[in-house]
C-alpha cells in the first residue's frame, strides 16, 4: 500500500528526495551549487595535521644547537630557522589556499604555547606574524608568474623568514645594543635558511606527497 501510495502522488516523494539532499544523505550533488564553508574537511585536516607537527618539532628539538656548537656569534642560530615556515608552507603547496597558512601558524604557534615557549602566548603571535609575510612572498611571485617555480618558492621562503629577524631584534633590544654588522648577517642568514628549508624542501615535500597518493 505504502508502494502503491507514493506513485500516486509524486509530491511526497519529492519531498522526500528534498530531505535527503537537506541531510546530504543522497549520492546526487548538485554541482553547481558553492559550499557554503570556506576550508574543506581535508584541507582543515591537513593544517591541522601540519601545525601539530610543526608545534611538536620546533619545541621539542633544538635546532639552534647544531648551529652554536661550531658558530657561537649572535644571529647564527638564523640558519635553521626556516623550519618554522617549513609546515606554512607545505600546506600551501598541498591545499593552494593562502589562509590555510594562517590556519597552521595559529595551530603552530598554540602548540609551542603548550609545550612551554619562552615567549608564551605571544609566540601565536609570532607565528602569524611570520605567516602573514609568506603569504606576502607568494602574492609578490604571483605577481612575476613565478608562483610555481622553485625560484619563486625559494624567494617567498626567504621572504617570510627574514620578517622575524627585525621583529625579534627590536622586542629583545639587540638592534639597540649590537653592531649593525651582525643584525644584516643575522638578516641574510635568516633569508638564506627560508630560501632552502621553507621555499625549496616545502615544495620539494609537498610536491612528493601529492605524486604518493596519499591525499
Known amino acids: 500500500m505504502e508502494h502503491k501510495t507514493n506513485k500516486n502522488n ?17 549520492a546526487k550533488r548538485n554541482l553547481n ?11 582543515l585536516l591537513i593544517a591541522s595535521i601540519l601545525g601539530i607537527m610543526g608545534g611538536f ?7 639552534s644547537l647544531l648551529i652554536k656548537t661550531w658558530y657561537p656569534f649572535i644571529g647564527g642560530t638564523q640558519l635553521v630557522s626556516g623550519h618554522h615556515l617549513l609546515w606554512m608552507a607545505i600546506v ?10 594562517i590556519l597552521t601558524a595559529t595551530i603552530q604557534g598554540f602548540i609551542g604555547f603548550l609545550f612551554g615557549s ?9 607565528m602569524l606574524f611570520e605567516g602573514f609575510f609568506l603569504i606576502l612572498g607568494f602574492f609578490l611571485i604571483e605577481l612575476f608568474r613565478e608562483g610555481n617555480s622553485n625560484l ?3 624567494i617567498a621562503g626567504g621572504i617570510g ?13 639587540k638592534i639597540w645594543l649590537i653592531h649593525w654588522s651582525l643584525f644584516v648577517m643575522a638578516c641574510m642568514f635568516g633569508f638564506i635558511s627560508g630560501v632552502f628549508l621553507a621555499g625549496l ?5 609537498s610536491k612528493r606527497i601529492k605524486d604518493s597518493g596519499v591525499i
Open 92 to 101: 600551501y603547496g598541498l591545499t593552494k589556499k593562502k589562509p590555510t597558512i
Open 10 to 26: 509524486p509530491s511526497i516523494e519529492k519531498s522526500e528526495e528534498d530531505s535527503l539532499q537537506n541531510t546530504g544523505s543522497l
Open 33 to 43: 551549487k558553492k559550499s557554503r564553508y570556506f576550508f574543506s574537511t581535508q584541507e
Open 161 to 173: 623568514n627574514v620578517s622575524q629577524v627585525p621583529l625579534f631584534w627590536i622586542i629583545t633590544g
Open 118 to 126: 619562552n615567549w608564551g602566548i605571544f609566540e601565536v603571535a609570532i
Open 152 to 154: 619563486g618558492w625559494a
Open 57 to 63: 618539532i620546533s619545541s621539542l628539538i633544538p635546532f
Open 201 to 205: 624542501l616545502g615544495k620539494l615535500i
